[in-house]
């Protein structure tokens, strides 16, 4: 049995939901992550960073955009030491400027993925995947990295089950 793990960043607080910003006490990705695993098993690992982004949405948008312009590799609380334990590894975010949140990167570059098979999940309020396979595919050398799946975030608290159901429907269509 293949042995499974599911990186996430997820944003709580403030967050673009459906054309406006909205408090949410879990981020929308954190509950994808979430579903996973409830799906297929396997471990969670949230990244999260040192110093946190601001609570003001705008704000937090401008600090996501001078990280992707300056190519930044935010400092994480915690990283793993390796995935050597796991066959599949999900990687999930909401769509920040086109990719996955700096820190991702932070963590992911750390890590030697050679032949671990890896898929993305991408929560966004319009964007889809944006690059996020071609930055899967950078940032995960060795690995063979599949195709994701793009959850609509507002979709997540508006219909639950159907988000559920993509996510099941994307799970079952892969080589686990």
């Known amino acids: 049995m293949s042995k499974n793990l599911i990186v996430y960043y997820s944003r709580k607080g403030a967050n673009y939901v459906g ?8 981020g929308n990705t954190e509950v994808c992550a ?3 695993q409830k799906s297929v098993g396997g471990d969670l690992f949230e990244v999260e960073t ?8 705008n704000t937090c948008t401008e600090e996501a955009k001078a990280e992707k312009a300056a190519d930044a ?8 030491d390796d995935v050597a334990a796991y066959d599949n590894i999900f990687v999930c975010g909401p769509c920040w400027w086109g990719t996955y949140p700096y ?4 963590l992911l570059e750390k890590l030697d993925f050679t032949g671990k098979r890896v898929w993305g999940l991408m929560t966004h309020e319009g ?4 690059s996020s396979r071609r930055d899967l595919v950078r940032f995960c050398p060795g690995a063979a990295v599949g195709e994701g799946i793009a959850i609509l975030g507002s979709e997540v608290l508006r219909a639950p089950e159907s988000v559920e159901n993509k996510i ?9």
């Open 19 to 26: 054309g406006n910003i909205r408090s949410l006490p879990k």
């Open 34 to 36: 979430e579903l996973i």
């Open 50 to 57: 040192v110093k946190p982004y601001s609570e003001d949405y």
């Open 73 to 80: 590799r935010p400092a994480l609380k915690a990283y793993l």
């Open 103 to 106: 820190p991702v990167f932070s």
């Open 127 to 130: 964007s889809g995947l944006g």
């Open 168 to 176: 099941k429907a994307w799970l079952a269509g892969l080589e686990l």
